[in-house]
Structure formats: structure tokens, C-alpha cells
């Protein structure tokens, strides 16, 4: 959703006009700018493998980790791409994410593509965090959980393509009642 459907929404909503660039400056005073759709998904270290409850969508240690990008949209979404053989640099995100990923995407989606990336803890709204979210508790529910990063890349592409589109549709399309909950609140806590 870009900065003019939610303006329309908003009007629509509360019956209140804003400009544009309100409604960035707004969305940007609270935290909400750019970043990057990855997530790391972490095995524990000893002794902790044998417990789902230790497979994390972000934890900063343990016994490996296995990194993830992946994109969503109204009834579609990207494969989930594993980002192996070290650290994801500006020059590979561009040569292995943006350009054979998210360039064919969006254009296969059109003229109302727009990139919203995550990574940061304040994008909590964004629905690309609450499908990180569920992929990775139904990683951790699996029987017998992941042992090594192998099982766990395995899990992660697996549990990924069995989210229902219908949970991605319903997160993207509560998205402007949530900025307008947002907007109302100027910022402060709200149920989502």
C-alpha cells in the first residue's frame, strides 16, 4: 500500500483530508521507513535442539543460522530464497535479491508495486513481520523439530509455501485499518 491509498483510506475512514506527504511524514515519525524482507531463523546451541520451543525467528546466538528473504502480496508471493555463503552484502542483495527476485515481481504485479522491506523492529505493522512470524512457529511445531541447517532450510521452504495465501491476504488487506489505528493514536501502543 503506498502513501495515496492510504491517504484515500484515511479520508474515506475518518472523513478527514491530508496531504501525501503527511500521511509519509506521519507513517516515518513512528518508525516506519524501508528496510529489507529477510528474516534469520537460529537452531539453539547444545542441548536445545530436541525443543521446537528453541527455533526463533531472530535470536543473536546459537547454533546456526539460516537467512532468509522472501516477499508477499495480494493472492501471491515470492519463493522463499535461502541466503547462503556468508554475509548478504549491498552488491549481493542487489545481484541475488533485487534483481532476479523482487525486478520480476514487480513487474509481474504492475504498476501498483510497491517494495516495503522490513528488518527492524518497529515495523511490527508491516505484514511481511507476522508471516516471519507464523513461518517460524510453524517451523518450531514441527515433529521431530530441525536438528541440523540443513533440516532447518528444509522446514523454512517447506512451511513457507504451506502458509495460506488466504492469512497473507487478510494481513495485507487490515493494513489500513491499522495505519489508521495508528494515526489515531498518534503513534502510541495499539493492539496489533
Given at each position: 500500500?503506498?502513501?495515496?491509498?492510504?491517504?484515500q483510506h484515511l479520508r474515506s475512514a475518518t472523513f478527514t483530508t491530508v496531504s501525501i506527504q503527511t500521511v509519509r511524514n506521519r507513517l516515518h515519525g513512528v518508525g516506519l521507513y524501508a528496510r529489507r524482507s529477510m528474516a534469520y531463523f537460529?537452531?539453539?546451541?547444545?542441548?536445545?535442539?530436541?525443543?521446537?520451543?528453541?527455533?526463533?525467528?531472530?535470536?543473536?546466538?546459537?547454533?546456526?543460522?539460516?537467512?532468509?528473504?522472501?516477499?508477499?502480496?495480494?493472492?501471491?508471493?515470492?519463493?522463499?530464497?535461502?541466503?547462503?555463503?556468508?554475509?548478504?552484502?549491498?552488491?549481493?542483495?542487489?545481484?541475488?535479491?533485487?534483481?532476479?527476485?523482487?525486478?520480476?515481481?514487480?513487474?509481474?504485479?504492475?504498476?501498483?508495486?510497491?517494495?516495503?522491506?522490513?528488518?527492524?523492529?518497529?515495523?511490527?505493522?508491516?505484514?511481511?513481520?507476522?508471516?516471519?512470524?507464523?513461518?517460524?512457529?510453524?517451523?518450531?511445531?514441527?515433529?521431530?523439530?530441525?536438528?541440523?541447517?540443513?533440516?532447518?532450510?528444509?522446514?523454512?521452504?517447506?512451511?513457507?509455501?504451506?502458509?495460506?495465501?488466504?492469512?497473507?491476504?487478510?494481513?495485507?488487506?487490515?493494513?489500513?485499518?491499522?495505519?489508521?489505528?495508528?494515526?489515531?493514536?498518534?503513534?502510541?501502543?495499539?493492539?496489533?
Open positions: 500500500m503506498n502513501a495515496t491509498l492510504l491517504q537460529h537452531l539453539e546451541g547444545p542441548g536445545s535442539r530436541n525443543n521446537p520451543a528453541f527455533v526463533h525467528e531472530s535470536v543473536r546466538f546459537g547454533g546456526g543460522v539460516v537467512l532468509v528473504y522472501g516477499g508477499l502480496s495480494i493472492d501471491g508471493r515470492t519463493d522463499l530464497y535461502i541466503i547462503r555463503d556468508g554475509p548478504l552484502t549491498v552488491r549481493r542483495y542487489r545481484d541475488e535479491i533485487l534483481r532476479p527476485i523482487v525486478v520480476p515481481y514487480a513487474a509481474a504485479i504492475g504498476d501498483d508495486f510497491i517494495l516495503m522491506d522490513d528488518n527492524c523492529r518497529p515495523h511490527h505493522i508491516n505484514p511481511i513481520e507476522h508471516v516471519w512470524d507464523a513461518l517460524g512457529r510453524r517451523v518450531a511445531g514441527r515433529q521431530p523439530p530441525p536438528q541440523t541447517l540443513q533440516e532447518l532450510e528444509r522446514a523454512l521452504l517447506e512451511e513457507w509455501d504451506r502458509i495460506p495465501q488466504l492469512v497473507i491476504n487478510s494481513l495485507i488487506d487490515s493494513m489500513p485499518q491499522r495505519c489508521s489505528t495508528l494515526l489515531a493514536v498518534r503513534g502510541n501502543h495499539t493492539p496489533y
